[in-house]
């Protein structure tokens, strides 16, 4: 493909140009050709955080060219490659803390032996079909990805979508706690935290991270077990000392901040309950650099620990994990591709429109389906108590009260049409206060029109009101008890039970 206008760079399935403009050139002031064959390319995914290609240039030498996270990338450097690693560190730093997403890029020259034993390799785990393949693929490019020889570092703006501030700032006015898991840096996620209001100036933040001092020493040890023994009790304590500084503060705000190392030890056994304690006890909690895999299991933290509802919205293929554990899955279409959207129980197109999907039609649907419920047991239970009245009435004789059809006519056409119209088109208030009073949704965190009191409540309802209907029809009417007669007082005390509720109906009697 070539790019109109510009003739930068060309690229075909094999082969990549790289033309350099004059001006990059002051000094020759010729236009420069590069000219590479493309050999491999090592896919991007999540949990690697880092993608590479191998190339072959004119001169006919192989080189491995990779860019990634930071957090990946730096320890894979050789040790004759870090001449730049600290004013990249920097650099880096500083654009994460402007909230720009970083990429460090860096190159490897390979030679032939090597380069034939890992394409050996490498297709060999590409045409495994074995549950195990992206593990196989993993290892295997492990071992060619190190070693490498720092080039320097990339940033760009990733803009956050129209209206997310307010968004987040409205369901954090509605009571929902939101947790960030994102795969971004921590200064990154932190910059971000500010810009969608979830940090504020005043919050006191609890950074849990092993980029100390002490842990940057152990890790030259290069003993696996020490550094992992170090770490782990690294965390524990740095999350116990949250812990009690939460505990101890009075009405003071606390964000939690945990980076993907630290979390992986986080969601250990031991823990992982501690973890959740302190997340709890905080009013906001990012997890950076977090992979597909514990945006899933913190998601699993929170549901099994605390036994609330969870929701979880995302746009990438990262997220799917998460959209799959959590109670309800939300997913973004949009340029991230639509495995998201794919493994989601709903699909918005932008993250704004969550408000109006939490706010109104959440606060409706948990009322319109509570209601329903409750009026379904209320019409069936006044139903079968009128008919064990007038059992009794006729001494248990086995005589019915009403007709056949009106029996197997009573739920699918006499009394169908007000439950479904309840359940589709009840709306206590508007849109536009739902909106304006978040509070609302409390409604349903608190589940106050769905328990046990309100049930039995309702039963009982069902209860009077048959009795109401009996005494109505059997005392009142003619002395035989004409099944017309309770099909009508039935039908017409019903509607004004439902359209202006028992007061009206007490009135009436
Ligand atoms: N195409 C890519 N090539 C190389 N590295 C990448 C690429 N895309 C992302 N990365 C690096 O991998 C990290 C993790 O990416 P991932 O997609 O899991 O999360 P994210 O996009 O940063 O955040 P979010 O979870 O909010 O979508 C990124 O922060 C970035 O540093
Ligand atoms: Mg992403």
């Not at 979830?198 to 040890?221: A, F, H, P, W």
């Not at 899955?329 to 429109?353: K, L, P, T």
Request: glycine fraction near 8%; hydrophobic fraction near 45%; proline fraction near 1%.
């Amino acid at each position: 493909m070539v790019k109109e206008g510009i003739e930068d760079w060309r690229r075909n399935q094999q082969d990549v140009e790289v033309n350099n403009r004059k001006e990059w050139y002051p000094v020759s002031g010729e236009r420069v050709e590069w000219s590479y064959k493309l050999l491999n390319v090592l896919e991007f995914d999540s949990s690697r955080k880092r993608m590479s290609v191998i190339v072959r240039n004119e001169e006919g030498k192989l080189l491995l060219f990779c860019k990634g996270a930071d957090s990946v990338m730096f320890e894979r450097l050789a040790e004759n490659g870090r001449e730049y690693e600290k004013e990249t560190r920097e650099h880096v730093n500083e654009y994460a803390d402007t909230g720009l997403r970083t990429l460090i890029l860096a190159y490897r020259k390979l030679s032939e032996e090597e380069y034939t034993l890992f394409n050996e390799k490498f297709t060999e785990a590409k045409n495994a079909v074995s549950a195990n393949r992206q593990e196989l693929i993993d290892e295997v490019t492990e071992e060619i990805e190190k070693d490498m020889i720092l080039l320097g570092a990339t940033a760009v703006e990733d803009k956050l979508q129209q209206g997310v501030p307010e968004c987040i700032d409205k369901l954090a006015q509605a009571g929902i706690k939101i947790w960030v898991l994102t795969g971004d840096k921590m200064e990154t996620a932190i910059n971000i935290g500010y810009a969608c209001s979830l940090l504020r100036e005043g919050m006191k933040q609890i950074l849990v991270s092993l980029d100390t001092e002490e842990i940057t020493t152990v890790e030259k040890t290069g003993d696996k077990n020490v550094i992992a023994k170090a770490s782990k009790q690294s965390v524990l304590q740095q999350i116990t000392e949250g812990k009690s500084l939460v505990a101890n503060s009075g009405s003071e705000a606390f964000a939690l901040i945990i980076d993907g190392k630290s979390l992986a030890y986080a969601l250990d056994d031991g823990v992982k309950n501690l973890f959740l304690d302190l997340a709890i006890g905080c009013a906001s909690v990012i997890c950076c650099r977090s992979s597909p895999k514990q945006k899933a299991l913190v998601t699993r933290l929170v549901k099994d620990g605390i036994h609330k509802t969870t929701l979880a919205i995302g746009d990438g293929a990262n997220d799917v994990g998460m959209l799959q554990e959590a109670d309800i899955g939300i997913g973004i279409s949009g340029v991230e591709g639509m495995q998201a959207v794919m493994s989601s129980d709903i699909a918005i197109a932008q993250f704004r429109f969550l408000e109006r999907l939490l706010l109104v039609h959440g606060h409706w649907c948990y009322r319109r389906i509570s209601s329903m419920i409750c009026y379904f047991f209320y019409k069936n239970v006044t139903f079968g108590i009128t008919l064990f009245l007038y059992e009794a009435h006729s001494s248990f004789s086995g005589q019915t009260a009403y007709n056949d059809w009106f029996l197997s006519l009573y739920n699918v056409f006499f009394t169908s049409l007000p439950v479904i119209a309840m359940g589709v088109f009840d709306q206590d208030v508007s849109a536009r206060l739902c909106l304006k009073f978040p509070l609302l949704y409390q409604e349903g965190v608190q589940n106050s029109l769905f328990s046990w009191r309100r049930i039995v409540g309702w039963m009982l309802n069902g209860v009077s009101s048959a009795v109401i209907i009996y005494y109505f029809c059997a005392r009142t009417g003619a002395v035989i008890i004409d099944s017309t007669w309770l099909v009508f007082g039935f039908g017409a005390l019903l509607v004004v039970h439902w359209s202006w509720g028992r007061d009206a109906l007490i009135f009436l009697l």
